[in-house]
């Protein structure tokens, strides 16, 4: 999940999951898998950045979860 802004500054948490693609036209909107659509504030290197950087923190909860079992 990665927190973004709207255009009106509401603070929004989406699924990043379930991005389906990007736009930058030229504010960054964000279509869902779902059909949902968002225009948010951030830019589309932040949002990827976002992404990443989410997907690495769940990886090192997936690695510390492992090796607590093990």
Do not use: H, W
């Not at 255009?7 to 960054?28: G, H, M, R």
């Amino acid at each position: 999940m990665i927190e973004l802004t709207k255009l009106n500054n509401q603070k929004i948490v989406i699924n990043s999951d379930l991005i389906e693609y990007v736009e930058a036209t030229p504010d960054t909107t964000i279509s869902l898998t779902t059909g949902n659509k968002f225009v948010v504030r951030e830019s589309v290197d932040e949002l990827v950045d976002k992404v990443i950087g989410f997907r690495q923190k769940f990886n090192l909860y997936l690695q510390k979860k492992k090796e607590d079992n093990e």
